[in-house]
């Protein structure tokens, strides 16, 4: 404070700490600010524990690895999951992030919680710790879509306000504002704040949040018990905490006030005359006061958002998409917009000879170099693919919003005349299928490689089907989709065919059947229906493709098996799954993996789509072996033929004729272009 004129009065000083105050919320980077933690007596209460190395370790040592993945890229700072299926080992877990939190702070919150909550509270099967910035809470008992308010925690600020009556006044409306709002906030957040003045020169700032799992009543019912439980004797501060939901206000202002703010107030009807000035503040008035305090808030605030500004002008431009909509408008997306002469001169004006790298179902792909200096894979969508705009924008809007490790990220686009264009993150290592079915490639793909290959591809597909903003069905997940980076970690590319779901939608139909064949569903091909259990059977067959080293459409066997599937099942019957398995893996497998893996697949390939696992069922199978696996039933798809499908009688027609080698020279993706 040394720099402050030495006679500044008590109020200007007051209201510059609290400016101060108010830029808190833009520092990131710190840990988690604990607040409290609901930590069972173990000594008293030894159901209420679990043993070392048990089930219910296992299983929760698996939540935390879902919830710290899911950290990053949950949907509204929510997420939760269950690890294990057999009571009352299961482990049901999730975390809430404050609504006015980045993602960035919110994934490193959620990270610090589950290390420090082992810490805080060992061997306790039903914990919850709260910080300022997040919530995490785990049980053996379901948590899920109920308000729980069984137990509540209090904390406030010792000192009171002068003015308590018009403070109370004041209050009431404020949290009954944030309670309604929350409740009703359609962004998925359950979370709202406001401010409102209880005097000239003073105002209180309120916040109020549920898990979106609760129904708008159960969340407004949590909120105004919690409201309930406020201090009555006008703290300056409060907050209740809930198990599944909390109310919070101050005198200053804690949140980030861009985020989840109300909308403004209706001019006053009147206005509150200020009071005199008196000798004790220095021979000002107040509103001297206010006109030499605000400017410096306002210089304050200024310097911090440009320093903001300029750091964060570094980050990719798609963090600057919004992730609230989804839809054909290119305008949203104008940010990405590359000019065809930059995309010229970073491929050498799409040199085939120094700087193609491969050649995809809608057009060639170029390795090239952005005037950043930064290395980029160029996807020139051919002219006489057919693919339109409406495909074109599918695929630019859906990936550039998308935000996976295990996803290709989209960078850019150049839509120019003629041509369309597609920027991408270059990935070294090329596509799967270059690796997995080249006699002089395989042995690069040892089975520990492979093993982390099938997690990350199902890690990928949980994401477009639960966890992203919108269901998504990719439709076209294969091999030469899937590409490696430096350090072989799978991200799923391609998204030309992919279809946006509602969130309750879960299935759709199309006359125009597009995709790969042996990696599209029966009910797929036969009836145009499509779900994302169409894309489970495409991993299905991916993962007998990546354990055995042959590709599903050009497998022949003397012994009576007529593809690949029917192969794997037929081992699997005889108890013999290993045999699968690609021979340059011996001596890097795991006997128990590639066998449970073997399961796995045949469960994603059976005929009922209802018969197969979700994708959340997968990465949990795949992740636990505590987890249990029903009996697959065998997969008579491709071995038979089926009644008032001529597309597929001509396809086995040909398979029969060429023992499946001339169908799998060209390996494009079938597309029938159409509206959508």
Known sequence: MNNLPHKMPRKALFVYTVCLLSLIPLIEGADPTFVSIDCP???????????????YQTNLNTLFSVLS?????????????????????VAYGLFLCRGDVSAAVCRDCVVYAIGDVVKRCPRSKQVTIWYDQCLLRYSNQSIFAAADTQLWIVLSNPQSVTDATRFTEVLGQVIADVANRASIDDSGKKFATTQANYSALQSVYGLAQCTPDLSDDACNGCLLNARSKLPDDAKQGARVLFRSCYVWYEVYLFFNASIGAAPPPPPPSSVLTPPASSPG????????????????????????????????????KYNSLREDTVGDDISAVQSLQYDLGTIQAATNNFSDDNNKIGE?????????????????????LSRTSGQG????????????????RNLVRLLGFCLEGKEKILIYEFVPNKSLDYFLFDPLEQAKLDWSRRYRIIGGVARGMLYLHEDSRLRIIHRDLKASNILLDG???AKISDFGMARIFGVDQTQGNTSQVV??????????????????????????????????????????QSDGARNLLSYAWKLWRDGTPLDLMDPTLQGSYSRNEVTR??????????????????????????NSYSATLSLPQPPTFLGRSIPGSNFLKAIESDQSMSNSAQFSVNEASITELGPR
Do not use: W
Not at 362 to 373: C, E, N
Not at 395 to 402: I, N, R, W
């Open 41 to 55: 007596n173990i000594t008293l209460a030894t159901t209420s524990t679990y043993a070392p190395n048990s089930t």
């Open 69 to 89: 993945t899911n950290s990053s890229n949950a949907s509204g700072g929510f997420y939760n999951f269950i690890a294990g299926t057999s009571p009352p080992d």
């Open 281 to 316: 503040n220095g021979g000002l008035s107040s509103q001297q006061i206010i006109a030499i305090v605000v400017p410096i808030c306002v210089a304050i605030m200024l310097f911090i958002a440009g320093f903001c500004i300029l750091t964060r002008r570094a980050k990719k």
């Open 360 to 380: 995809g179902g809608f057009g060639a792909v170029y390795k090239g170099f952005l005037p950043d200096g930064q290395e980029v894979a160029v996807k020139r």
């Open 389 to 404: 705009a409406t495909e074109f924008k599918n695929e630019m809007v859906l990936v550039a919003k998308l935000q996976h």
């Open 487 to 489: 350090d072989m970690n």
């Open 515 to 556: 995709g790969t064949f042996g990696y599209m569903s029966p009910e797929y091909v036969t009836r145009g229906q499509f779900s994302v259990k169409s894309d489970v059977f495409s991993f299905g067959v991916l993962v007998l493709e990546i354990i055995s080293g042959k590709k599903i459409n050009n497998f022949y």
């Open 597 to 622: 893996c073997v399961h796995i697949a045949l469960l994603c390939v059976q005929d009922d789509p209802d018969a197969r696992p979700s994708m959340a069922t997968i990465v949990l199978m795949l």
